[in-house]
């Protein structure tokens, strides 16, 4: 059974870093681009980073760009995202996700949730002010 599991989730005040790791128990990991993303209470999900396969490209939003560091070790199915300079809108539940296309991850909408092909069940980052 395909499972991601995120962790790395946490307490931290504004202008400190985090480091979310999500493990993934699939088969062929290597073959998923990878996103993260995060749904803030009373918003929609959003996509804050993704990652080809063989990591050569990278997407981030605009809101993230110059303080979150996507990457991935193939070789222990893992993804990591790199937080820093974390400011109090960043706070949100965040959520790995897998899938084959990445055209999938990358034009996601809430619309598209259900497309995705694996979601883990995410981690709470939250930043005080």
């Known amino acids: 059974q395909v499972q991601l599991v995120e962790s790395g989730g946490g307490l931290v005040q504004t202008g400190g870093s985090l480091r979310l790791s999500c493990a993934a128990s699939?088969?062929?990991?290597?073959?998923?681009?990878m996103g993260w993303f995060r749904q803030a209470p009373g918003k929609e999900r959003e996509l804050v980073s993704a990652?080809?396969?063989?990591?050569?490209?990278?997407h981030y939003a605009d809101s993230v760009k110059g303080r979150f560091t996507i990457s991935r070790d193939n070789a222990k199915n893992t993804v990591y995202l790199q937080m820093n300079n974390l400011k109090p809108e960043d706070t949100a539940v965040y959520y790995c996700?897998?899938?084959?296309?990445?055209?999938?991850?990358?034009?996601?909408?809430?619309?598209?949730?259900?497309?995705?092909?694996?979601w883990g069940k995410g981690t709470l980052v939250t930043v005080s002010s």
């Open positions: 996700a897998a899938d084959t296309i990445w055209r999938t991850i990358v034009t996601f909408t809430t619309m598209g949730m259900d497309g995705m092909d694996y």
């Open positions: 699939i088969r062929s990991f290597s073959s998923y681009a």
């Open positions: 990652i080809h396969w063989n990591g050569a490209n990278t």
